[in-house]
């Protein structure tokens, strides 16, 4: 059974910036936290059929694939190559202005959990919930980068620019 897990913030951000970003497919590591490098790993770098290798900072990896694209809006992943317990999952990030200083970010995912029942439990109980706190830490070193142009490492930084870029 399929499970999703979604998370939207509202930043102080034009949605052209956060785009700028989002469109550069490599570009994730320096707004996540967790990820350590994202090259890219075919002959596409943005947009439809764009690949990226997703290495993380305990070591594991996976790769993301763009299999749907809209200029200046956001994009669909397959994700594969994983050493998550999962049959498949598909992620998505979007940006959508809410006037000329300001947008939302979102970001979700649809997994299939393996282990039957009991997976589909530890889907629903466990890696649901974390997905949505790894989303919004995600949306927000994205915001952050956005603005400042500088690169989140490991930790988000917690400082009064931060509090002032992400609303909610």
């Known amino acids: 059974m399929t ?55 305990d070591g594991s990896s996976l790769v993301e694939e763009i299999i749907e694209f809209n200029e200046g809006q956001g994009y669909k992943m397959v994700l594969s190559e994983f050493s998550l317990p999962l049959k498949n999952m598909y992620a998505q990030m979007s940006v959508k202005e809410i006037d000329e200083n300001s947008c939302e970010i979102s970001m979700s995912s649809d997994f299939v959990v393996k282990g039957g029942p009991l997976g589909w439990v530890m889907g629903r109980l466990i890696m649901k919930p974390v997905m949505k706190g790894v989303f919004k830490k995600v949306m927000s070193g994205l915001a952050y980068h956005s603005v400042t142009g500088e690169l989140i490492g490991e930790k988000l930084p917690i400082n009064e620019a931060m509090n002032k870029i992400v609303i909610n």
């Open 3 to 57: 499970h999703r897990a979604e998370n939207t913030i509202k930043v102080n951000v034009c949605a052209s910036k956060i785009w700028k970003v989002l469109e550069d497919f490599s570009s994730v590591e320096k707004f996540a936290t967790t990820i350590k490098s994202s090259p890219i790993v075919n002959d596409i770098s943005t947009g439809l059929g764009a690949k990226r290798l997703c290495t993380f900072n």
